[in-house]
């Protein structure tokens, strides 16, 4: 149970970082994502983010106390979005939240699961 949840929790982190992905990707070749590819991305993220702070929920429940407080800083993060200034720092900010997350996240299942 414990690898099927970290399991969920990464798959939802990185289909959330596909939407600030393109999106950066995009402004670096100065082109568009187009509205309908957009409006996809931006569901999948909303589904994927939402399925995160359930997981910083019932996180403790399975996971050890340094992936649940990882989750809580996502959390954190996240909300602090809003103070963002323009859509190249709001969406540079998201990519970083979701990378460091996964990356940090994917260390410490590692770890946790070998225990």
Do not use: P
């Amino acid at each position: 149970m414990k690898a099927d949840a970290y399991t969920k929790i990464l798959d939802a982190l990185h289909k959330s970082k596909k939407f600030s992905n393109e999106h950066l990707q995009a402004m670096c070749k100065t082109k568009e994502v187009f509205e309908e590819r957009d409006k996809a991305l931006r569901k999948l993220s909303k589904d994927s983010h939402e399925k995160l702070l359930r997981a910083v929920d019932v996180g403790a429940f399975l996971l050890c106390e340094e992936a649940v407080d990882v989750l809580k800083d996502y959390e954190r993060q996240t909300d602090d979005l809003h103070k963002s200034e323009t859509w190249l720092e709001y969406i540079d900010a998201v990519n970083t939240i979701n990378h460091r997350t996964l990356t940090n996240l994917m260390l410490i299942a590692r770890k946790d699961l070998k225990q």
